[in-house]
C-alpha cells in the first residue's frame, strides 16, 4: 500500500471555525472499522461536499462515503476569506480573454445560485452577505492596476463602479485606500459555517467520516484507504485532498501549495462601533497587488485581516510563522485603523492555498474508476462547488458546455521538483512582496 506521510492538521486558532453557529455540533463520526461503498470521496471541503452531493442526487441507490482528516470545516474550506467570487480577479481586456472571463463568470454564478439555494432550503447560518466586493489600492502606484482590472470588466460587459476619496473612506470606515474597484456579485460569508451546512444536509446514501485522516491506499479494484482503526473499500475514487494530492501519489509536479495567514479581532464593542462604524455595512476588500492584504468588516462586527506568504513543503506552519504573521497582520491593521490600534486579535491561524502556474486546475480521471479535483487558486468557494458538482456529473457520462469549459482550463503547467521547487518559489515571493509596498 501507497502510506499517505503527509497529513492536516491544525493550524493556530481557526477563527471561523471558532465563531460558527455550528462549530459545537457533531458532523459524521470517526472512521472504524470495516467498510464498503460504491463511491468514496477523500477530502470534505467544497469540492469534495459538491461532489458528494451530486453523486447522490444522481444516484439515490448507491452508497457514498466523504472522509475528512480534520472535522468539517477546519481545513482549506473554512480557513480562507471567505469570498464566492463572481468575477475572476485577473479580468483581461483582450476578446479572447473576455469570452474567458464570461465562461468562468457563468460557473461562478452557477456555484453561488447553487450555495444560495441550498443554504436557503437548509436554513444554513453562515452569514450570509450579498456585499459585492472591492479591489482596493493604497499606493498611486497601483492605481493603475485598478484601471487595468476595469478595462477588463467593461470589455467583458460586467458592471463595476469606481469609488475613491471620501465616498470611499465612508464606505469602508478608513481613509487608508486611495481608490477601489466595486462589483456587486460577490458573497461574503462565514466559509466554515457554509461548508458545515452544506455537509451535514447531505442525502442519507452519503456517510460522512471525520476526524479520520487516510494512513494508507492502495488504488485498484475495490480501491483500499486504510485507516488508523479501519479500512474502506470503494468502487470508484475520488481525491479532492488539494493541497495533499502529492503524498497521495497523484498530481505530481503541478501543484505549488503556499502557506497564508489570517487574523481576526474580537467584535468592535458598542463604543467603538457608534464612534467609527456606525454607517458603515459589511464589506470585503482584496488588494490591487497580489501579495497585498485582504481586509473584511463582518457582520458581528470583527475585522478580519490576511497576509503574508510562506512556502512550506511540511504542509504545516509553525508557531514561529504564526506569531510572525501575527506581527504583520498588526502593523496592517493598524496601519487601517488606527483608532482602534488596541483592539487585540482573537484568533490566527494559517491556511493553504494550491496554486498551478498557469491558474489551470486539476480536473481529471487518473486510472479505471479513479479521478482527482484540485487546483482551485484561492477562489475555492466558487471553484470548488461548480468542480465537484460537474466531477460528479463527468463522472456519470453527462456531457455538458460547463464540462467542455473546464475540461478546456484543466492543463495546469509542470512545476519543477524539489529543490528547486522551494528555491523558485521562494525567490517569487520575495519579488512579489517588495513590490506590494503599502498594499501589506
Not at 84 to 94: A, C, L, S, Y
Not at 370 to 390: D, E, M, P, Q, R
Not at 393 to 411: K, L, R, T
Not at 417 to 426: F, Y
Request: with cysteine; hydrophobic share 40%; net charge neutral.
Amino acid at each position: 500500500m501507497h502510506s499517505i506521510r503527509k497529513r492536516p492538521a491544525i493550524d493556530g486558532q481557526l477563527g471561523w471555525f471558532e465563531t460558527s453557529p455550528s462549530s459545537h455540533t457533531s458532523i459524521g463520526q470517526r472512521l472504524t472499522g470495516q467498510h464498503r461503498f460504491d463511491f468514496a470521496v477523500i477530502g470534505a471541503g467544497f469540492t469534495g461536499v459538491a461532489l458528494a452531493r451530486r453523486l447522490a442526487e444522481l444516484h439515490p441507490q448507491t452508497r457514498i462515503a466523504l472522509v475528512e482528516a480534520l472535522e468539517v470545516g477546519q481545513g482549506a474550506s473554512g480557513r480562507n476569506a471567505g469570498f464566492i467570487i463572481d468575477i475572476p480577479h485577473n479580468v483581461d481586456g483582450g476578446e479572447a480573454d473576455a469570452a474567458a472571463s464570461r465562461k468562468l463568470h457563468a460557473l461562478n454564478m452557477f456555484a453561488i445560485d447553487r450555495l444560495r439555494g441550498l443554504k436557503d432550503r437548509f436554513g444554513i447560518d453562515c452569514a450570509w452577505q450579498e456585499a459585492g466586493k472591492y479591489m482596493s489600492a493604497h499606493e498611486s502606484a497601483h492605481i493603475g492596476a485598478l484601471e487595468t482590472f476595469a478595462e477588463g470588466l467593461k470589455a467583458a460587459g460586467f458592471s463595476y463602479e469606481f469609488v475613491e476619496g471620501a465616498a470611499l473612506s465612508q464606505r469602508l470606515g478608513t481613509d487608508y485606500y486611495k481608490a477601489a474597484i466595486y462589483t456587486p456579485g460577490n458573497v461574503l460569508v462565514n466559509p466554515a459555517s457554509l461548508v458545515r451546512g452544506l455537509a451535514a444536509s447531505l442525502p442519507e446514501n452519503v456517510s460522512v467520516f471525520t476526524g479520520s485522516p487516510v494512513t494508507a491506499c492502495q488504488y485498484g479494484a475495490p480501491h483500499v484507504l486504510a485507516f488508523a482503526d479501519g479500512t474502506l473499500r470503494a468502487d470508484k475514487l475520488v481525491l479532492t485532498v488539494g493541497s495533499f494530492s502529492e503524498a497521495f501519489g497523484r498530481v505530481r509536479n503541478r501543484l505549488a501549495t503556499l502557506f497564508t495567514y489570517a487574523s481576526l479581532t474580537e467584535p468592535l464593542s458598542d463604543a467603538e462601533h457608534a464612534a467609527h462604524f456606525s454607517d458603515v455595512q459589511p464589506w470585503g476588500s482584496t488588494s490591487a497587488h497580489p501579495a497585498g492584504t485582504t481586509v473584511r468588516y463582518t457582520p458581528d462586527r470583527r475585522i478580519f485581516v490576511r497576509n503574508t506568504f510562506h512556502y512550506r513543503p511540511s504542509l504545516h506552519a509553525s508557531d514561529a510563522d504564526l506569531r510572525a504573521a501575527a506581527a504583520h497582520h498588526r502593523q496592517s491593521f493598524e496601519a487601517r485603523f488606527p483608532m482602534l490600534a488596541r483592539k487585540p486579535f482573537a484568533y490566527t491561524w494559517g491556511g493553504l492555498i494550491s496554486m498551478t502556474l498557469n491558474h489551470h486546475s486539476v480536473f481529471r480521471r487518473e486510472s479505471d474508476n479513479l479521478f482527482s479535483v484540485v487546483g482551485c487558486n484561492g477562489v475555492g468557494v466558487a471553484k470548488g462547488t461548480y468542480l465537484g458538482h460537474y466531477m460528479a456529473e463527468f463522472m456519470a457520462g453527462m456531457p455538458s458546455a460547463a464540462i467542455d469549459d473546464i475540461a478546456a482550463g484543466s492543463h495546469p503547467n509542470w512545476i519543477p521538483p524539489e529543490p528547486i521547487r522551494g528555491i523558485g518559489a521562494a525567490m517569487r515571493l520575495r519579488r512579489e512582496l517588495a513590490g506590494a509596498g503599502g498594499e501589506v
